[in-house]
């Protein structure tokens, strides 16, 4: 499990995939994103920009984020 400690009030799915290493750009992240490959806390989610706040939980191609603060 990745853990993605938070600077600010949140960080934006497209930019957590991508500090994850999970992703390796901003153009990739985009397109798992928007192919509903990642779910935000079981949910899946189809917005890059959807905002994570502490505790939440993202899942792609097996593995886990983890957010906090």
């Not at 290493?21 to 509903?36: L, P, R, T, Y």
């Not at 949910?43 to 505790?55: E, H, P």
Request: glycine residues 14%; charged residues 25%.
């Amino acid at each position: 499990m990745e853990i993605i400690k938070l600077r600010d009030d949140y960080i934006k799915l497209g930019q957590a995939l991508k500090a994850s290493g999970v992703c390796g750009s901003g153009v990739e992240a985009k397109i798992v994103v928007q192919s509903g490959l990642v779910k935000v806390n079981g949910q899946v989610q189809l917005q890059r920009g959807k905002k994570l706040v502490n505790g939440d939980i993202v899942e792609y191609n097996g593995q886990t984020i983890k957010i906090t603060v």
